[in-house]
């Protein structure tokens, strides 16, 4: 849980840097800082995305993933908890920023690869190294995304602790399903998903991402059924 831990202070302690900055950008610099942090997730996530290996695991996992999230409102429950813990724990806050921050942060930190690999190094090796530089990464976002969208993205560090934290646990269990292919594929949707993050921040188009979280279910029984799939 080390490496958790540590990415949970980092991403707390950018958060507050950001929050201290927030005071001194106008809406000018504060733009400026969207489109920075939106287009570091396009290189981000495309970078992530081009790992996948079968495009069209990808793109199945994406159409049925997003249906299936759609159908369960799954964007609009994690703002309605975002709501929640603004009323519970912060006065001030902008109603929708707040939880707008929460969500867009927390998908963040949480989809990509590096939380997935280095939560099972943690756990299986004690090799903490991967999250280490995770936890760098995000204290860095986290100061951008916090001076540009404010407190929400400090209780993203709840997501990151309870994550991260059940995969490292679970690692030991886990690891014998966790292959290359599956790893691969993980990280091409995952990427994917830091994209739509990116054309939020860009304003160039509204996606509702989290709805779209299923879809990394959906590629790992794909990838399962791999070896009796005629089009793999």
Do not use: W
């Amino acid at each position: 849980m080390l490496g958790t831990i540590v990415n949970t202070i980092a991403i707390l302690a950018g958060s507050i840097l950001g929050l201290v900055f927030h005071k001194h950008i106008h809406e000018g610099l504060r733009g400026v800082v969207f489109t920075g942090t939106g287009l570091v997730a396009l290189v981000i996530g495309v970078g992530m995305a081009l790992e996948s290996q079968r495009i069209l695991y990808l793109a199945l996992s994406l159409v049925l993933g997003g249906i299936l999230g759609e159908r369960l409102g799954i964007e609009n429950r994690i703002l309605g908890f975002g709501e929640y813990l603004r009323r519970r724990f912060v006065s001030g806050a902008g109603e929708g920023q707040f939880a707008a921050a929460f969500l867009t942060s927390s998908v963040l930190y949480c989809v990509g690869a590096m939380a997935i690999i280095g939560a099972f190094r943690a756990g299986v090796d004690g090799d903490y190294e991967l999250l280490f530089t995770k936890s760098v990464m995000d204290g860095f976002m986290s100061i951008l995304l916090a001076g540009a969208m404010g407190i929400g993205v400090a209780f993203s560090a709840v997501s990151v602790l309870l994550y991260q934290g059940a995969l490292t646990l679970l690692s030991v269990q886990l690891r014998p399903l966790v292959s290359e292919l599956v790893l691969s594929e993980l990280t091409g949707v995952g990427g994917t998903l830091v994209i739509m993050i990116g054309l939020n921040l860009l304003a160039l188009k509204e996606i509702k991402t989290a709805n779209f979280l299923p879809s990394m279910v959906f590629v790992v029984l794909f990838v399962a059924l791999d070896p009796f799939l005629p089009l793999a």
